[in-house]
């Protein structure tokens, strides 16, 4: 059965850290592009960042360039988003997707590219 849980959500103040998995069953992580959102109440879901499964490249949006670092273990079958310098407009709800139909494929930063979601995990930034 296919599953992606995220986890590593929490209260964090600002200027802190955080590392958010998505660890997937059912499938292998490393043969799909991943993509990294996140979302607030009222607002639509916003792109963090994505791996291409082709190249292992990875992109960013401008909000977080510099300061988040995607990556993944194969061998853990997980993918992992490292945020530093965390800032109060980066609280949200973070998910992690992937694109089934993109075998090898490459990412992009649009959700619905992307046809298979984690349940999510909160983050909150505040002092």
């Known amino acids: 059965q296919l599953q992606l849980v995220e986890s590593g959500g929490d209260l964090v103040q600002p200027g802190g850290s955080l590392r958010l998995s998505c660890a997937a069953s059912g499938l292998t992580l490393d043969y799909y592009p991943i993509g990294w959102f996140r979302q607030v109440p009222g607002k639509e879901r916003e792109a963090v960042s994505c791996?291409?499964?082709?190249?292992?490249?990875?992109y960013y949006s401008d909000s977080v360039k510099g300061r988040f670092t995607a990556s993944k273990d194969i061998a853990k079958n997980t993918a992992y988003l490292q945020m530093n310098s965390l800032k109060p407009e980066d609280t949200a709800v973070y998910y992690c997707?992937?694109?089934?139909?993109?075998?090898?494929?490459?990412?992009?930063?649009?959700?619905?590219?992307?046809?298979?979601w984690g349940q999510g995990t909160q983050v909150t930034v505040s002092s």
């Open positions: 997707a992937i694109d089934r139909a993109a075998l090898l494929g490459k990412c992009g930063l649009t959700p619905r590219q992307y046809d298979y």
């Open positions: 791996i291409n499964s082709s190249d292992r490249r990875i």
